[in-house]
């Protein structure tokens, strides 16, 4: 093995990871293998299942998933993933704290001849097997496209919406926002940016408490998870005011029972369960040396009040689980 590890390093830089470890019979056939996962945090239910879905899919395949924990500290990051490097796990899995943070770490596991896969949120430069996730722009233009048909249905025209952010300068926020933005262009409605509330619901009812007061007015409520949405939707009960629509991302399981009412009208489908499936057979394949998409979409839905039926929802986020790779 070190012999191996040797010869990779030295062809490093002019020969990609995935050719390289084409070259290697045992690596074709692979069984078993030792997968490093370092993820962002555990401090959010969608990370969790995140996880538990990946454990889940590396032990139905025989595999050890080396699960290592950031907690939103960059540094820590960096030297979880060089202790996965040490261990010669046959692919790391990476959901970074910051994409251009790990960048020191992406060279170091090339250098190790290790495939990288980066799931959910994915980071800059070439040094990346293939990056799992969905099409967020897409959500959040799914999500507007429905805020505008229930206003028109409604008739309403001219409405406030207010938008609560996920974290400043997030990939996941940018396109959950730019998707958004781009639905509701040219409708006649205005979008009120609130601040970022992290994702988390005590960050939304803190914000949304401040938003109401200074936007009386408000129609619509968009956050970028449904976390916050239904933190919003708490201080608009609070408040008495069931004539503000609710609307998020993420199909929190809470959030489709809420659309009962009528009130919280629309979210897209983020299974981070089979998220963390998925990355584990796109994990295996590059560790195998064969050859996978840059981008793999493990997909998503839009769900109504209408359609809540069609997907399960007894687990914490709503089942949504498409065939996305070639078997």
Do not use: C, W
């Not at 496209?145 to 926020?173: C, F, W, Y």
């Not at 929802?313 to 498409?322: I, N, Q, T, V, W």
């Amino acid at each position: 093995m070190n012999t191996r590890r040797t010869f990779l390093a030295g062809l490093a830089g002019t020969v990609s990871v995935l050719a390289v470890m084409a070259l290697s019979p045992a690596a074709a056939h692979a069984e078993g293998l030792k997968i490093g996962f370092s993820q962002v945090t555990l401090q959010s239910p969608f990370y969790v299942q995140l996880k538990n879905g990946a454990e889940a899919a590396a032990k139905s395949s025989g595999d050890t998933l080396v699960f290592l924990d950031a907690n939103g500290d960059v540094s820590k990051q960096n030297n979880d993933i060089q202790d996965l490097i040490t261990q010669g796990v046959s692919a790391i899995i990476i959901n970074p704290v910051n994409p251009e943070a790990v960048a020191p770490s992406l060279e170091a596991a090339a250098a190790a001849g290790i495939p990288v896969i980066t799931v959910d949120r994915p980071v800059t430069g070439s040094k990346v097997a293939a990056h799992v996730g969905r099409d967020n722009k897409a959500m959040g233009k799914l999500v507007g496209e429905a805020v505008i048909a229930k206003l028109k249905a409604d008739g309403v025209t001219g409405a406030k919406v207010i938008e609560i952010q996920g974290d400043a300068g997030g990939a996941v926020m940018m396109d959950r926002r730019d998707g958004f933005h781009a639905a509701l262009e040219g409708s006649g409605h205005t979008i009120v940016e609130g601040p970022y509330a992290e994702y988390i619901r005590a960050n939304a009812v803190t914000a949304m408490q401040d938003l109401l007061q200074a936007n009386a007015d408000v129609k619509v409520v968009y956050a970028h998870n449904d976390d916050m949405a239904l933190g919003a939707l708490q201080v608009l009960k609070e408040n008495g005011r069931d004539d503000v629509l609710i609307a998020g991302v993420d199909g929190l399981s809470e959030a489709l029972e809420a659309m009962a009412d009528g009130k919280y009208i629309a979210t897209a489908l983020n299974d981070p369960q089979y998220l963390g499936d998925v990355t584990i057979q796109v994990a295996r394949e590059a560790a195998a040396g064969k050859s996978v998409p840059a981008f793999v979409d493990a997909g998503t839905a839009l769900v109504t009040p209408d359609k809540v039926g069609e997907y399960p929802h007894k687990e914490l986020f709503a089942e949504y689980r498409p065939q996305v790779l070639d078997k």
